[in-house]
């Protein structure tokens, strides 16, 4: 829980406790800073949280009062459970999920719906004016042989910069290691073909990214879906287990903020789970798209910074954190390098030189880590607002996980609630939810939607949040 | 042959039969213009290619000369014959070239290399400053929505503009049938998926680019290579035999300067292979990337012009013709289309953004036709001069390729010399060569190179060509 839970939880304890009446004035930011030794933007966080959650209400110019009907709203405001751990069946399966994901994505396409089923944070959330000039200057600066001579694995000092950046997160990575794609999900693809083949089974978690289902739909080989934590990821002892029973030829796991359960393993489980594999020869592909949108203090050290035999390909972009459309990640595949770049020649050639230069230079003198401080903040307090609103729209019994990062909540509704049935009622709201059985070999998760806060909350998101409780209610 | 090829071949007889006399003036090229009907521009490129022949010589503010040692020069300078039409093994074979491909590829990326075994056209060649302008002002001017809205099939302006092109070139494509994608090959190699399966046969020419027999190495396909005649293309009767007798997923031609040959399938062959394979529902994948650089006075008109049945998955790109690097291809996939766009989804998501913004741009006002006049003018007097300097320093019975457009020349050494041979130790010279066992599944045309005159015809690239002509005189 963070610091701005943590002070509206206590005050919502003092209304409870008839500390604060209804119609009383609350302490004024400056004075709760002053009492709790925490900053004015915490307070105002908390604030916030609770004038959403109808706990409070502020009146202009004069301050934040307790609410007349603070006791029914804090009804239905207590913060919601956690989900638990996942248990899919233990068999490995083959995939058939491919259309029903496309058909979801096509039919939410349109600019006028509010896409809570996005997999991307909203675009307004990126410096792409300041990227643009850096595209108009460094395509002009380039000398014309790099237009031919920056073919994989590319671009040289933005792979240079890529090193720097790993070596600071505690990955010791030469340059000429890293390969830049098409994005995360090229490096995903060409890694998994590097190391298995069809028939082939690979591990992944419960619930799992959809794009690494199609993958694997995609090459013909089988899942096998994970126990998970929604806090800690991958069930160790499970993976364990597995591993003893089956031939397992990867795992492709997201150690940070997973798409959909935002769980972020812990980094003894990290240093655990590569040793494990490593012993066994079993390469670990991680999906750390996600890895520079932690709310800690710190970023979780890489899996891949554990990895001392090359079993460990990682793969990341820019997509997620810093330049949708511009289409650059990139993987460290250890052991598979040389392979992963000679797919890559194979399957697309090169990646687009001037968008790797406009990054080499703004990685240089952009401001990254301003604007990453600013999204992790942004993301943060959107996470806390969507929560509350779920806890005042949605029907008891509702779960919803506690990402420490990322900008996807897992929502898991009671009873046999039908989340395909709410993405197609929503949708005809222009509302838009990713439905759990996308994240599925067996389609799964009927009764759970992922939802996106990657978006300003403004008034129009939380009318749609309210608006799907209402539709969730109606499925009961 | 061009009219500026007959006009040196006419000169050539003039002094030959005793006509013009060695230190005798012959016409200027006002003079010539008028005599033969022609431009001054085909007179200049006819003296040029008889200079660069030794026959004629200039002197400053004088005019031209027949120079004194003419006959040993024609001796030398008697153009090349052609090669003869492909024979390749009947059978149908697995794939195992890449190895040999990427070693080769390895060996030759130094800048001091002349490139004549490179894939590219000199980047000298291309609008690379403009474009770099337009790319700020395109990305710049893009809504921010468009980052994540330019999903698959990819930037609406840039398929309208390429629509028009290609209803201009008699093909009538709705832009929402064109996919953008990563270069040509991303294209291709989606096409492939598309429509073959594991241990399918694909009907491929001899010799073949060797991306299309990585291709199909990779996705575990066999290849069957048809008799190619080194103007016209496959020879369709055979691919009908070849039809009858067994089963053929897919054929992979490139109807239009083939690479490595340079052939330029005529229009009736192009009319008469679609209905051919539509009647059989064989899909046909072309790899048109090089329809742009015709020598001709008109467009060739693209087999998917013919195509009634959509059995024609047409793949081009600006890699070759515009904009090498900014790695935008496209595919038109008749019936596949849906099925390519979802592969594509699955194993790249998108292309770039702001490359598809800024070619957008730059094809409604950067002045792409005069860039491709000029373009095409230009490989083909470099063209003439290669043969010329080939024809020069080459063995006597070094047959050499007359394409009408592109910018690649098929050498068939004589006798039994090695082209792997000679790549290695032309390697060490500096100078690259593309050593024809890389365009064969078999590893065949072990006596054939791919010349690139894609670069301006420098004294560098003269002496590489005479040092290439004497290694090859050497391993004899």
Known sequence: MTRYEELAGEITRQIRAGVLRPGERIPSVRQACAAQGVSPGTVQQAYQLLEDRGLIQTRPRSGYYVSATWKSAAAAASTPAEPEVSRPPRASTSVAVSDLVFEILESVKSESVVPLGSAFIHPSAFPLAKLARFMGTATRALAPRRMVADLPPGNPELRRALARRYLAAGVSADPDDILITHGGMEALNLCLQAVARPGDTIAIEAPAFYAALQAIERLGMKALALPTHPREGVDLQALKEALNKQRIAACWFMTSFSNPLGSLMPEESRREL????????????????????????????????????????????????????????????????????????????????????????????????????????ALQAQQGRMIAAIAAHFPAGTRVTRPQGGYFLWVELPGKADALALHARAAQKNISVAPGPIFSPQRRYAHCVRLNYGQPFTPQVEAAVATLGRLAKSLL
Request: aromatic share 10%; with cysteine.
């Open 274 to 377: 590569v040793a494990m594999l490593a012993a066994r020869e079993v390469p670990l592909i991680v999906d750390d798209v996600y890895e520079e949108l932690y709310f800690g203090k710190t970023r979780p050290r890489p899996a891949k910074s554990f990895d001392t035999e090359g079993t460990v390909l990682h793969c990341s972009s820019f997509s997620k954190c810093l330049a949708p459309g511009y289409r650059v990640g990139w993987a460290l595949a250890g052991r598979w390098a040389q392979q992963v770049r000679r797919l890559k020649m194979m399957s697309t050639l090169a990646t687009a030189i001037p968008p790797q230069a406009a990054l080499a230079d703004y990685l240089k003198q952009g401001g990254y880590e301003h604007h990453l401080r600013g999204l992790r903040s």
